[in-house]
């Protein structure tokens, strides 16, 4: 069994949101894997310069934080594109580019933000408020955005002077500041927008330790370290390189031979033995994140546009959809396949967080019986056939095998479409798909993890799916400013999902990198992201 994530505080309300310490923290519920989030430079005798190839396991989208929908997008930009507020080892909220949390009004409708001032960004452009006010602006309206839902309902931004962005709200909405601190929080150069418009991904021009270089289509992207940063004395090596590779044997390959000096997303099949090699070490931690089906309802015209009801019995009736979920034995599978690194997951609540509720976690029991009932009461041919679009790698193949063997007990016959990342999330967003196996790195608050994909028109609502109920539920849970009030609505948003089940949860990964000995700084928290920012090598360690 694996350590799960504990507690996560401070998100419960839109005053408690902006000022409190929200944590995470991790029980030893087994000695079996113990939490190593990485060690900062901190006062260890480091060289200066060095180039760093880290083997990333499958290439990014565009470099654009708007449109992206990617977590090796945020691995990039996590280098190169800071945001307003980040999440620390802790899962505390801290400033970035703000220089303080943001204050909000009483009635929760104002929300003032202090940004830093005196700044450049990696053209040099000065950074303040006018220019987090266009980024946001394009985070919010722009066609195509991935941010708008994440957003919430905002009515104006606006600037006070030269260091403050004001967001009025139509109405109060909790989750604004974990919002900001991922990608609705990075910043743009307005220069670099106004020119590049919506190719902006192209060449992106934000504030970070490094500025971006060159990318090769899926080969590499290449980093530099950036003069002009506010804090470059911090910032170390000369480059980095985001080096391709989608295979998990031969990131650990070159692990091994010193080629690459970090790998994200170790297989659970490599771990055991690379967290024994000497020079290497192994970062892990809990996930914020999740891993399920897509079930495509109503995605015809593409994500964001009205559903439109798809004529199969997969998409319009719910007692099929039950079945399969039914069909699936979640713990069975992750701990055959992962073996026993990762744990199953029933909702988009993180376990044993504040928000956490036996009614929010609630699992379905794995009942094949049932599966074949509700599959013969709706009058489908048994096998119902559903073809299922899978990562084409070699973890996700094999759990799509597992699957397939799981689910024909309760009546199905899956046809598993291996497909490549970047042609699946485009798939996703198209909507040209039955059903697909893919997931989420995971946010501090829940509305990141569940309004995202299920709020009726949402940019991340892949499904097409829309239910009046699950709206209310998570509108309010958004604007309330009471945890326990938060924490039941959330319960009652899960519950209701699983009676219409959009989306099936099956799993939570645990956040497994490995770099060389040689290297310190490189850092990996519960959100998935691998930070590269601060890393340098060791002086006594060539």
């Not at 280098?79 to 899962?91: F, H, M, Q, R």
Request: a neutral charge; charged letters at 20%; proline letters at 6%.
């Amino acid at each position: 069994m694996l350590v799960r994530l504990s507690r996560l505080l401070g998100l419960g309300a839109v005053a408690v949101v902006l000022a409190s310490c929200a944590q995470l923290q991790y029980p030893d519920r087994t000695a079996t894997h113990t939490d190593d989030f990485g060690t900062p430079v901190g006062t260890q005798s480091i060289r200066e310069g060095g180039d760093l190839v880290m083997g990333l396991s499958n290439e990014p989208d565009k470099l654009d934080p708007t449109t992206s929908s990617s977590l090796y997008t945020r691995y990039v930009m996590s280098s190169i594109c800071e945001k307003l507020y980040d999440n620390d080892a802790a899962g505390k909220l801290v400033p970035q580019l703000a220089t303080a949390l943001p204050t909000v009004a009483p009635d929760g409708l104002t929300v003032t933000i202090p940004v830093r001032t005196g700044i450049k960004f990696a053209d040099g452009t000065p950074f303040d408020s006018a220019a987090v006010q266009a980024s946001l602006q394009r985070h919010l309206t722009m066609k195509g955005s991935q941010r708008t839902s994440e957003m919430g309902p905002i009515a104006s931004i606006e600037t006070d002077g030269s260091d403050q962005v004001v967001i009025k709200y139509k109405k109060p909405f909790a989750p604004i500041t974990a919002a900001l601190a991922d990608r609705a929080g990075m910043i743009m150069s307005p220069t670099e927008i106004a020119k590049a418009g919506d190719n902006f991904g192209t060449h992106p021009v934000c504030v970070g330790p490094f500025k971006f270089v060159k990318r090769v289509p899926q080969t590499s992207i290449v980093v530099q370290r950036d003069p002009l940063y506010y804090d470059a004395e911090k910032v170390h090596l000369d480059t980095v390189t985001y080096r391709i590779m989608t295979d998990a044997n031969i990131r650990a390959a070159n692990l091994r031979s010193g080629d690459i000096q970090v790998a994200d997303t170790i297989s659970p099949q490599d771990v055991d033995a690379l967290a024994k090699e000497p020079g290497l070490r192994l970062l892990q931690s809990g996930s914020l994140g999740f891993q399920g089906l897509f079930l495509n309802i109503g995605n015809v015209d593409g994500v964001g546009k009205p559903a439109k009801q798809i004529d199969t019995p997969l998409a319009k009736d719910s007692r099929v959809r039950e079945a399969l979920s039914l069909s699936i034995d979640r713990q069975s599978l992750v701990d055959t396949v992962f073996n026993n690194w990762y744990e199953s997951a029933c909702t988009g609540i993180v376990p044993n967080s504040t928000f956490a509720t036996p009614a929010g976690t609630a699992c379905p029991t794995f009942d094949p019986k049932r599966s074949r009932q509700l599959l013969t009461e709706a009058g489908v041919h048994i096998p119902y056939r559903v073809s299922v679009a899978v990562q084409n790698v070699p973890d996700q193949l094999r759990y799509a095998q597992a699957l397939q063997a799981s689910v024909a007990a309760g009546g199905f016959e899956l046809n598993v479409v291996p497909t490549e990342y970047a042609t699946l999330l485009d798939v996703q967003k198209r909507g040209n798909y039955e059903a697909m196996l893919n997931g989420w790195s995971g946010r501090l608050d829940p509305d990141g993890n569940i309004s995202r994909f299920v709020l009726s028109g949402s940019s991340g609502n892949y499904e097409g799916y829309s239910s009046p109920v699950v709206d209310d539920l998570l509108g309010r849970a958004a604007r309330t400013n009471d945890t326990a009030q938060r924490a039941d609505l959330y319960a009652q948003a899960a519950q209701a999902i699983q009676k219409d089940n959009p989306y099936l949860y099956t799993y939570r990964i645990r956040v497994l990198t490995v770099h060389s000995t040689k290297i310190t700084g490189i850092e990996a928290y519960p959100d998935g992201v691998v930070r590269l920012g601060r890393a340098a090598y060791l002086t006594d360690k060539g």
